[in-house]
């Protein structure tokens, strides 16, 4: 699967209601907060709209990352009519479990995925709200395919390219629709 071109408009669109607010949670960080574009219902259609049409066809299985991602991967799913899997923070989840461990920035981090809770041999889109440093996207991965699953592609509203999170996500097709 190749990336499927973001329309200048929809671009301009999810830039226009995504919200940078400096220094949150802490000084230095620019955090991009989605609920101006979550509570604009065409806007929000658009996005979904978009990552249908470039998964679509290619997955069986959204898997949403904790916790922005999941309010990408649920209409996504339904849209497109397969199922959906949440991967979440350590401890959310009743045993049993698959569980990886992974390094962000300011130190380690567990998520989780009910064993079960992908097929065998399933194809996956995972989706996430900002690829920021890739350690949370590669875990996912990771745990998708110890479960048995093929990750097709990975999707997010907002790439923070500085970052340089896709150094972590060598060799798999990333769908940002905005890069910052």
Do not use: W
């Amino acid at each position: 699967m190749s990336p499927l071109p973001v329309p200048t408009g929809l671009q301009q669109l999810i830039t226009a209601r995504v919200r940078s607010v400096p220094d949150y949670p802490t000084p230095g960080v620019v955090f991009r907060d989605i609920t101006p574009l979550l509570s604009d219902g065409t806007a929000f259609s658009a996005v979904v709209g978009h990552l249908a049409d470039t998964f679509g066809g290619e997955v069986d299985t959204v898997a949403g990352v904790e916790a922005r991602g999941f309010l990408l991967a649920a209409p996504l799913a339904a849209v497109l009519g397969c199922s959906l899997v949440a991967v979440r923070k350590a401890g959310k989840l009743p045993p049993p479990v698959l569980r990886t461990n992974y390094h962000l920035e300011y130190g380690e981090a567990s998520i989780e995925l009910s064993e079960g809770a992908v097929a065998a041999g399933a194809r996956v889109a995972v989706l996430d709200d900002v690829l920021a440093t890739g350690g949370t996207a590669a875990a996912t991965c990771e745990l998708l395919e110890r479960a048995g699953a093929t990750v097709t592609g990975l999707g997010f509203l907002i790439e923070l390219a500085a970052l340089r999170g896709r150094e972590q996500l060598i060799g798999r097709v990333v769908h940002p629709l905005v890069s910052y």
